[in-house]
């Protein structure tokens, strides 16, 4: 069993910028990779960025490229997601979720089938 638990959101205007939290406690080392996802009102759950576990190849949506960045600390079993440039369109809870699964190409873990667990959640509300 892993847990995942989020921190770091929150309000925050137009520009900012925020770093989520996901630290997680368990079997995690045997975990392939963390990612994140995120979920606004009425719309589905969408990958926002993921990083494995060995090695720290990252992947990232093309909507987030170039503000967004994750990184890992294996010792501290966390993965962090640095959230700058924040827009209103970011506004949604962010969940993280690691995975237990191997993919060759980095793509896989772009996938929400991808991943077994999954923390509750962290509030991110981007204010015009």
């Known amino acids: 069993q892993v847990q995942l638990v989020e921190s770091g959101g929150g309000l925050v205007q137009a520009g900012g910028s925020l770093r989520l939290s996901c630290a997680a406690s368990g079997r995690t080392f045997s975990s392939y990779a963390s990612g994140w996802f995120r979920q606004a009102p009425g719309k589905e759950r969408e990958f926002v960025a993921a990083i494995r576990r060995s090695g720290g190849n990252t992947v990232y949506a093309d909507s987030v490229k170039g503000r967004f960045t994750i990184s890992g600390d294996n010792a501290k079993n966390t993965t962090y997601l640095q959230i700058n440039s924040l827009k209103p369109e970011d506004t949604a809870v962010y969940y993280c979720?690691?995975?237990?699964?191997?993919?060759?190409?980095?793509?896989?873990?772009?996938?929400?089938?991808?991943?077994?667990?999954w923390g509750q959640g962290t509030q991110v509300t981007v204010s015009s």
């Open positions: 979720a690691a995975s237990f699964q191997y993919y060759s190409r980095d793509y896989g873990y772009t996938r929400l089938s991808a991943y077994s667990y």
